[in-house]
């Protein structure tokens, strides 16, 4: 099937309830090609549910979902490429072991990319990730989806347990490591950290879509910086 209106991903009117409790409400937005996009939102507002559903670890309750125009599935998996909120890798693992593995479970992972990027982040791979502290488990799992040849990324909360200092480094992977015709979503709350490196914006409040924008408009129309517009339109 052809893409839709040339948008690698389309999200059309989608719902999702756990029991009687709405979650997403009735959502719609797409992203084209070569754009970097930060999904905002407070705590409990759907980020999350809103990805499991993309990375089809949850089913939607009714809406659609298209990658590359064809419905999330086997070929939806194979080119989208995601970092949990919480890390997933087996802790007994080497990370040389967790290299093999990514190399033999997905044909578009560059192996030789991830061992590059692991040595500038001064990662010993010979390492068990048990002796690991959760911030350097964090980078490696980070190296690890960056590294794959992927038309879309999807980084839920991909600064959580780093320092500031390695936020920009890892910023700057995230900048340098993806071709310049895939996209990448990021979810998060430290959005003064990413904004230098978002193209747009989606704000998402109580399971709706409120805005979504490129960022330098919204910017010179709202007088703010992203971060600044976020706190305005979500004062509690």
Do not use: W
């Amino acid at each position: 099937m052809s893409k839709d209106n040339n948008n690698l991903l389309e999200v059309k009117n989608l719902k999702k309830s756990f029991d009687k409790k709405e979650v997403l409400k009735d959502v719609s937005f797409s992203i084209p090609n070569g754009k970097i996009i930060g999904l905002l939102g407070k705590n409990g507002a759907g980020k999350t549910t809103l990805i499991k559903l993309i990375n089809d670890l949850l089913t939607p309750t009714s809406g659609e979902i298209l990658v590359n125009g064809n419905k999330i599935g086997v070929e939806s998996k194979k080119v989208i490429s995601y970092l949990p909120e919480r890390t997933y890798l087996n802790k007994q693992m080497k990370v040389t072991e967790v290299l093999n593995y990514f190399e033999d479970f997905y044909e578009n992972f560059d192996k030789e990319k991830a061992e590059k990027l692991l040595k500038d982040l001064d990662l010993d791979i010979t390492q068990k990730l048990s002796k690991m502290s959760k911030g350097m488990q964090e980078k490696v799992q980070l190296v690890l989806v960056m590294s794959r040849k992927a038309d879309l990324y999807i980084l839920d909360e991909p600064l959580g347990g780093v320092d500031p200092a390695t936020r920009d480094y890892i910023l700057d992977t995230i900048l340098s490591n993806f071709n310049e015709n895939a996209s990448v979503i990021i979810s998060t709350h430290l959005i003064s950290d990413i904004e230098r490196i978002l193209d747009e914006v989606i704000f998402i409040d109580k399971g709706k879509i409120v805005l979504q924008s490129d960022c330098d408009q919204l910017r010179k129309k709202e007088n703010g910086s992203i971060d600044e517009i976020f706190r305005r339109m979500f004062k509690c």
